[in-house]
Structure formats: structure tokens, C-alpha cells
């Protein structure tokens, strides 16, 4: 079982960078598929990017394929979400999600480890 921890949001504007990282405060991403989901005001969850074990294959929304990348350091026990080119839709809080699954999945039912989330707004 882990508890994953969001970190890295802020406030940025529009053409800006910002780097989110994800680290469990109990146990380890070993053998768990992670990904990244986001939530807007008055909006459902939405899939942002995960990241499979087994084959540390990724996959993208395709409102973010361009533009964001998710990256495992195994050595940290940390997943980062690297994010470019942010727009004023990408302001959402955003979540990190575990499941001891090899492959991930872009449906939030499908994992039971949830962080907190971290605010990202992205100005105009």
C-alpha cells in the first residue's frame, strides 16, 4: 500500500513551465502503474498521463501530448509530470494515482492510491 504526495503547483502564466513530482509517503511505486489526473472547477476528473511498471511505457490526453511529459525515477521513488507550454485550461488541481498494476489505465476508478493534489493555475 502507498500514500501517494503531490508537490511542485503554483501559479504561472501562460508559455510557462512547471514541474509537479509525486513520491509516496509510505512505500514504494515498485510494481504500481501511476498517473496523473486533473480537476477543474465544476468539471469531472480527467486523465492527464500515466506510466506503466512493466515497460515503463507512458500515455497522454490528447490535449497534453505535446506538451507534457511523465518520467519514473526509481532511484527517488518519484514520478514527475513536466509540463510546457501551460495554457490557462491546464489550471486544474492535479492529482497523482497509484495502483499495483503493471499497465496503467486513464480511468480514475481503476486506482485505489489518490494524493491530495496540487493547485496549478495557469494566468492569462
Known amino acids: 500500500q502507498v500514500q501517494p504526495v503531490e508537490s511542485g503547483g503554483g501559479l504561472v502564466q501562460a508559455g510557462d513551465s512547471l514541474k509537479l513530482s509525486c513520491a509516496p509517503s509510505?512505500?514504494?511505486?515498485?510494481?504500481?502503474?501511476v498517473a496523473w489526473f486533473r480537476q477543474a472547477p465544476g468539471a469531472e476528473r480527467e486523465f492527464v498521463a500515466g506510466s506503466s511498471w512493466r515497460d515503463v511505457s507512458t500515455g497522454y490526453a490528447t490535449s497534453v501530448r505535446a506538451r507534457f511529459t511523465i518520467s519514473r525515477d526509481t532511484t527517488l521513488n518519484t514520478v514527475y509530470l513536466q509540463m510546457n507550454s501551460l495554457e490557462p485550461e491546464d489550471t486544474a488541481v492535479y492529482y497523482c494515482?497509484?495502483?499495483?498494476?503493471?499497465?496503467?489505465?486513464?480511468?480514475?476508478?481503476?486506482?485505489?492510491?489518490w494524493g491530495q493534489g496540487t493547485q496549478v493555475t495557469v494566468s492569462s
Open positions: 509510505e512505500g514504494t511505486f515498485s510494481s504500481y502503474a
Open positions: 494515482a497509484a495502483e499495483p498494476h503493471s499497465g496503467y489505465s486513464d480511468a480514475a476508478k481503476d486506482y485505489r492510491y
